[in-house]
């Protein structure tokens, strides 16, 4: 397969996803894209890897990333947290709860 087939180019793609998803990272920010231009086909024993072009897994690359101030504005901020002992909280944030906008922390 060449490097720059349109097969390779969509299969980095697709293994950009998984990770940026892990890692709560909108598929269309401009990480996700960063990492998508450093992100490369590998072949290690016979198996197929996406990793970055200096070897690093793309988790770790993320992680590195999302500490840069250009990224960081382009994330979703962490949601509000409502401890599960708070009953008054629970039911005044139900509904946002139910969005996936509240988290509940045991």
Known sequence: MAPNSAISQHLVKMAVLEPCSRANV??????????????????????VYVQTVNGRSLDARIGELKGEAKFAAGLPSKAPTVRVTDDNQIRANFDRIARGEVTVDG
Do not use: N
């Open 26 to 47: 909108p598929h269309d920010s401009a990480l996700a894209e960063q990492l998508q231009a450093e992100a490369a086909m590998s072949d290690v024993a016979g198996s």
